[in-house]
């Protein structure tokens, strides 16, 4: 069973950073597909980035440029760095993961019915 916790959530004003962990538990990353995925209020759940078993990173090609994803596959935790923040970030972050049955350069950057596992997802909130 995977279970993912998200941490690094919190208060930032506009302009800003933050960085967001998932930690990994009950695999290791080289069997996981990992994403990040954020929900506003009133909106539709948004895929941000994706990493796949083998290390490749993608993008939702409107947050390029200020989301990077990364992973420690030592401490199993994957990060999202966050920059220049703004009020429209504003949401809850999850991660989510799709095991595999061997190392592939694939993940799903916007469909998040392609993962299997959820974590608990960590406020964001952007203001001044």
């Known amino acids: 069973q995977v279970q993912l916790v998200e941490s690094g959530g919190g208060l930032v004003q506009p302009g800003g950073s933050l960085r967001l962990s998932c930690a990994v538990s009950g695999s290791t990353l080289e069997f996981l597909a990992i994403g990040w995925f954020r929900q506003a209020p009133e909106k539709d759940r948004e895929g941000i980035s994706c990493?796949?078993?083998?290390?490749?990173?993608y993008y939702n090609a409107p947050l390029k440029g200020r989301f990077s994803v990364s992973r420690d596959g030592t401490r199993k935790i994957v990060s999202l760095q966050m920059n220049n923040l703004n009020a429209e970030d504003t949401a809850v972050y999850y991660c989510?993961?799709?095991?595999?049955?061997?190392?592939?350069?694939?993940?799903?950057?916007?469909?998040?019915?392609?993962?299997?596992?959820w974590g608990q997802g960590t406020q964001v909130t952007v203001s001044s």
């Open positions: 989510a993961a799709l095991p595999m049955d061997y190392p592939q350069n694939t993940c799903a950057v916007t469909t998040d019915t392609w993962y299997r596992y």
């Open positions: 990493i796949s078993a083998r290390g490749s990173t």
